[in-house]
């Protein structure tokens, strides 16, 4: 289950999770968008919070594509966002 999974299933929002985590909601918001990872300390506490043994991976959802193709866009010189493959 990743975080967003759980978050969603238990009710809890971002600010609320912040709150309980004494963090800022930023911080939430950056490990769902999987830009940083919760610190051992903050996997520790979602542990004890959630009731489930969540991996990293599992939080963040981190070295997975999560059923989307391997695309990201760009923009071109003329200002059009364009959909390239990775390699």
Do not use: C, F
């Amino acid at each position: 289950m990743t975080l967003a999974q759980w978050m969603d299933t238990a009710g809890v929002s971002p600010r609320q999770l912040a709150q309980l985590l004494g963090i800022s909601r930023q911080a939430v918001y950056l490990w769902l968008a999987g830009k940083t990872i919760p610190t051992r300390k903050h996997r520790a506490q979602l542990r004890l919070i959630s009731g489930e043994d969540l991996s990293v991976e599992s939080l963040t959802q981190i070295g997975t594509n999560h059923g989307k193709d391997n695309r990201r866009t760009r923009q071109d010189k003329d200002g059009l966002v364009r959909a390239s493959r990775r390699a």
